[in-house]
């Protein structure tokens, strides 16, 4: 338990990093699970381990519970709309990627007590 109270101190698992110098980048932020690759506009995280995507919280996985948290939706009053829908997720890329870097970990780690609860006699 202590290591999901506690996800924010976490060791941060090392990931690739790199930013596409392509110019026709369209503003995006998914989770490619045939490469393990997470998108954020124009930058790029590889090296996430394929497990990661084995620790469930309820139908998803970790990862997808984060981007689907900071992905944008629209907003259906008018009003709202026009004076407070100034939110983009590439604010907070930076927060955003050291957060997906520790529940990588806080994944894997997860998925390791599990195994050893499994093989343990009771």
């Not at 110098?21 to 995006?28: A, W």
């Not at 996985?61 to 948290?69: F, N, T």
Request: glycine share 0%.
């Amino acid at each position: 338990m202590d290591i999901h109270v506690n996800y924010e101190t976490v060791e941060e698992y090392p990931v690739t990093i790199s930013v596409s110098t392509n110019e026709n980048i369209k503003s995006e932020f998914k989770f490619d699970k045939k490469s393990n690759s997470i998108i954020i506009d124009d930058t790029i995280i590889t090296g996430i381990p394929p497990e990661t995507l084995h620790y469930k919280l309820c139908i998803r996985s970790a990862l997808e519970w984060i981007i689907d948290q900071y992905k944008i939706r629209p907003i259906d009053d008018k009003t709202l709309a026009e004076h407070f829908n100034d939110y983009h997720y590439s604010a907070y890329k930076k927060e955003i990627i050291t957060l997906i870097k520790k529940i990588i970990t806080v994944s894997l780690k997860t998925l390791e007590i599990i195994r050893q609860m499994d093989t343990e006699p009771p």
